[in-house]
């Protein structure tokens, strides 16, 4: 059984003057001494063990208080990304049924009227700061509700992930052993703080093993390349790779005092991968995980970190790739991504069905995500299984046709769809982004990746983009691509 995250906290807190913010801006002691003061806020509020409390404000510091604050209290902790409109973040408060949502001040009325309360996170702080720093934390089990994420959704309803204590203890535990955080580690944290990679990976590889951050209320590579030479660890996503990589800034020297760089939330293209590596002499690690599950892979610390792979399970974690009637497939061949272990949630709230639909028996959940182990034991992704195309009958999967793309001189960035076609069913669509003076034929480009490609594969059209529409997280939003060009083979 892991240790639980308050645990934790309550440990480095007895440690004089030990650093949470590594600029010096707050001890374990006074993060433990907030908390305690936030959750007795929260109960002067009247909230008790198992409410849900919504959050939805922009990245600051505090936000990493309450989601203690609300370990603590048992309170069920709901961050929300701040760039949902009021409309949207409706569903979430008919769905979650909020016992208090906190938000931006210009928010507090409009949100009230949707029949919740509602007050500003400075207000709750305010209130907070009157109270006592002691708090009789109830006793909690590791299988008691944690947090509720709710999943981007870009099909359909997004769902709330009901994730655990234990969830988040275990998956923690995982991390700092196999990523080697020492508790002199510094991590920059530059990640949004309403999705699982800067929430928890972030945030409790820091507090299981003692360390301190360095925290960024927003990415930039200015800012990030600023703060390097005092940080020994950086967690990303791939857009935050491919954007230091585009500053000229960016330089083995820039990159002298890092132990570790890690990516994940989106595939890193094996291009940026040995891009990196020319550039700052360091081998990105690449990890999978969703929110359903925490971190599920990850390349090897030591040992081989290979371009294009997620690397392996976690210890604890099992996974398998499965085909089309559930049952195990031999090593090589690709299939669907299912995990099991103390990492994978409990549930989507409110939808028992939903939930029983994506596990099979033995609580295997099934990813969704499409993937292959290769003959040494690293998982390679390739694709979310909607995201397949099925073209003439036969499947192509987006990430082997990307790959190639990237690979072609001229090109920054690709994305694969399947679109409606009156003879194929679905036809393979390429959108691509020109890296900067790149003039790019789309003849030329199919020719390029006919020697790459069986024949099947290689899309019909090729669409020259400015920008591919990526969420907050660097996810393509492959979704609106499909939406924007389904007409394209519409009439003949
Ligand atoms: P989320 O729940 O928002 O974290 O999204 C999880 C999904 O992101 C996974 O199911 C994968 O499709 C994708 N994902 C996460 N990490 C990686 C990675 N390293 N490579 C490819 N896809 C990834």
Not at 54 to 80: D, M, N, T
Not at 90 to 99: L, S, V
Request: charged share 20%; proline share 5%; with cysteine.
């Amino acid at each position: 059984m892991s240790a639980d995250v308050v645990t934790k906290l309550k440990d480095h807190a007895a440690v004089p003057g030990k650093l949470w913010f590594a600029d010096g801006s707050m001890t374990y002691a006074q993060l433990l001494a907030e908390t305690g003061r936030l959750a007795n806020a929260l109960a002067a509020l009247g909230l008790q063990k198992g409410d849900r409390l919504l959050l939805q404000v922009e990245k600051c510091e505090a936000v990493l208080s309450l989601y203690f604050a609300c370990l603590r209290s048992g309170v069920v902790f709901l961050p929300v990304n701040p760039a949902y409109t009021v409309a949207e973040t409706a569903h979430f408060m008919t769905d979650a049924e909020p016992a208090l949502a906190v938000v931006e001040p210009a928010r507090v009325a409009e949100i009230a009227g949707l029949g919740a309360r509602a007050m500003a996170l400075g207000d709750l702080l305010a209130m907070a700061a009157g109270q006592s720093a002691d708090f009789a934390d109830p006793p909690h089990g590791p299988h008691d509700m944690a947090a509720i994420l709710y999943t981007s959704g870009t099909t359909g309803r997004s769902k709330g992930v009901m994730l655990s204590r234990e969830n988040l203890a275990s998956n923690a535990e995982a991390l700092v052993g196999l990523w080697r955080f020492t508790g002199a580690d510094v991590l920059l944290h530059a990640l949004p703080v309403f999705h699982t990679h800067g929430l928890f990976v972030a945030t409790n590889c820091v507090l299981f093993s003692g360390d301190s951050m360095v925290f960024q209320r927003a990415f930039s590579p200015a800012t990030v390349l600023a703060a390097l030479p005092k940080v020994s660890v950086m967690m990303g996503v791939p857009t935050f790779y491919t954007r230091l990589l585009a500053d000229p800034g960016l330089s083995r020297a820039a990159c002298g005092h890092i132990r570790l760089f890690i990516s994940g939330s989106a595939p890193l293209s094996p291009a940026t991968h040995v891009e990196w590596r020319e550039r700052t002499g360091h081998a990105i690690l690449e990890r999978y995980g969703m929110t359903e599950t925490n971190m599920i892979t990850s390349n090897p610390y030591e040992g081989d970190r290979r371009a294009g792979t997620v690397g392996m399970p976690l210890p604890g974690v099992k996974v398998r790739v499965t085909g089309p009637d559930g049952a195990a497939l031999p090593i090589g061949e690709a299939g669907a991504i299912e995990v099991q272990g103390p990492n994978v949630f409990h549930g989507y709230w409110k939808l028992p069905e939903k939930t029983a639909e994506e596990f099979r028996a033995g609580r295997w959940f099934i990813t969704g995500d499409l993937g292959a182990f290769d003959s040494l034991g690293y998982l390679s992704i390739l694709g979310r299984a909607k995201d397949m195309v099925i073209t003439g009958g036969f499947n192509v999967y987006p990430a082997e046709v990307e790959a190639a793309l990237d690979d072609l001189a001229g090109v920054a960035a690709s994305a694969v769809i399947g679109v409606p076609h009156p003879d194929f069913g679905e036809a393979v669509v390429a959108c691509v982004v020109l890296a900067r003076g790149a003039v790019l034929e789309e003849a030329g480009v199919r020719a390029a990746l006919r020697e790459r490609l069986a024949a099947f594969k290689i899309p019909k059209r090729v669409l020259v983009l400015d920008e591919i529409p990526r969420n907050a997280m660097g996810k393509v939003q492959k979704a609106e691509l499909r939406r924007l060009y389904a007409g394209l083979f519409a009439g003949g």
